[in-house]
């Protein structure tokens, strides 16, 4: 017997289908004029996303988990990632290695007081501050955002389903977002890195840039 119907659910009393996860066009920059044509790109985009990859490359591998390798004077910082709204409306996410060009240029536009936005903030606030002496004076965490959020919906007994502030929680969670973080605890200190490195680093920042419609 082939058993009964399923029955017919209405379209308009179905929960909403969810987005395509959001799509994104990395460009990886190794350049001074690459530099200069990045900063130019982005100079009168309001919002800004950031990430950097790190490096500790001052440390024997022996002693860097007792001795902070974390810390902005223990390594360098070998990815500044920066992303905002293509002409599309997707992102596009500045990639550059910063062994190869100095950032300057591009971090300048941080300081100007336009919004940035980055996860755990203050891990990229600390190395570019001690780095290249520019402190972000827009600066929006979205980790301590969730977290401040979470914590007033716990206190009022709301059930939201987020176990943790990581980004790659928050990505599934709000935008329907996949991040593969295989590559988080990757060797950055490579002298060439792998095609696989240089899109996970796009893609975090771009991902961040993508919530900002979660706090606009």
């Known amino acids: 017997a082939a058993g009964p119907e399923p029955p017919i659910v209405r379209e308009d009393l179905l929960p909403p289908r969810p987005p395509e996860p959001p799509a994104w066009t990395i460009h990886i920059v190794r350049s001074a004029a690459e530099v200069q044509q990045a900063a130019d790109l982005l100079r009168d985009q309001p919002v800004l996303a950031l990430d950097i990859e790190t490096a500790c490359t001052r440390l024997p591998p022996a002693e860097r988990e007792e001795r902070g390798a974390f810390d902005p004077w223990n390594g360098t910082v070998r990815l500044v990632q920066i992303a905002a709204p293509g002409p599309d409306g997707s992102p596009i996410a500045i990639v550059l290695d910063c062994w190869e060009a100095?950032?300057?240029?591009?971090l300048q536009l941080l300081g100007d007081g336009r919004r940035v936005i980055a996860h755990n903030?203050?891990?990229e606030q600390n190395w570019i501050a001690?780095?290249?002496g520019v402190e972000i004076a827009g600066l929006f965490d979205t980790c301590a955002w969730w977290t401040v959020i979470a914590g007033h919906l716990d206190a009022a007994g709301f059930e939201h389903g987020v176990e943790d502030a990581k980004l790659v929680t928050l990505a599934a969670r709000f935008l329907h977002a996949e991040l593969d973080k295989t590559f988080q605890t990757s060797d950055w200190s490579q002298e060439e890195l792998s095609e696989g490195q240089l899109q996970y680093a796009g893609e975090d920042a771009a991902i961040d840039r993508k919530s900002t419609r979660l706090n606009s």
């Open 102 to 106: 100095d950032p300057g240029p591009l």
């Open 121 to 123: 903030a203050r891990f």
């Open 130 to 132: 001690y780095r290249w």
